[in-house]
């Protein structure tokens, strides 16, 4: 119905905010079910779209970088690649193609929710003064989320096109192997490491004690354990 009277074919994370006046059975379990909608009503978090696509690209551009080097940057095996190396390539192409499909449809996903988290306080069934705190802490989450959706975009878009036949001929050849070893996402955690006890939190006392960025750092670091 929220959806419906705002003209929206399907409802949105923001319609699900009404969730909280309408779950608990008895007066108690509100402040629980307010919690874990405010954890959880940015699109991809709960499921961590992002995290996993980016260490699968981190994956997937190191395996490049392998084989690249292996050709001395032939990718399409008239300087005499291994036919072997090539499939390798065809394959991790294909992945990161699918990769980068996710991406953008999360990347749309995205930009509609801060496109409803703007004119939130228009909502019909969401009061003014509910409407403000939940812009205010929304807000911020899903700004950041989509800048990291962006680059993880990038970051796809960037390794399928420079493994792909479209960047051919010799002088880039040579160059193949330093421009994937630029895209590696390795580089979004230089500087940053986490004690032994701070990657043995669950996920619920790092959720309290980091946010953003450094919460998505925690994870890429508890994921290498």
Not at 172 to 192: A, C, H, P, Q, Y
Not at 209 to 217: I, N
Request: charge should be negative; glycine fraction near 6%; charged fraction near 30%.
């Amino acid at each position: 119905v929220s959806a419906a009277s705002h003209g929206q074919k399907s409802v949105g994370f923001v319609d699900c905010l009404l969730l909280q006046h309408i779950l608990w059975q008895i007066p108690e379990q509100r402040d629980a079910i307010r919690e874990w909608l405010l954890d959880n009503l940015t699109p991809g978090k709960s499921d961590d779209i992002v995290e996993n696509a980016s260490f699968l690209l981190q994956g997937l551009t190191s395996e490049s970088l392998e084989i690249v080097k292996k050709t001395m940057g032939d990718i399409t095996g008239e300087a005499g690649a291994r036919a072997s190396d090539l499939e390798g390539l065809s394959s991790i192409r294909k992945e990161v193609g699918e990769i980068e499909k996710l991406l953008q449809q999360h990347s749309d996903e995205l930009d509609r929710h801060v496109q409803l988290l703007n004119g939130l306080q228009n909502h019909l069934w969401i009061g003014q003064d509910e409407a403000y705190a939940a812009k205010q802490h929304f807000l911020p989450l899903a700004e950041e989320s989509r800048a990291a959706c962006h680059q993880a975009l990038a970051d796809a878009v960037s390794l399928k096109h420079v493994i792909s036949s479209d960047v051919i001929g010799s002088d880039f050849d040579d160059l193949r192997s330093s421009v994937i070893e630029m895209l590696s996402t390795n580089k979004e955690n230089e500087g940053i490491s986490f004690t032994e006890e701070e990657l043995k939190m669950s996920l619920k006392e790092a959720k309290r004690q980091y946010k953003g960025e450094m919460l998505r750092h925690w994870k890429t670091a508890r994921k290498g354990l």
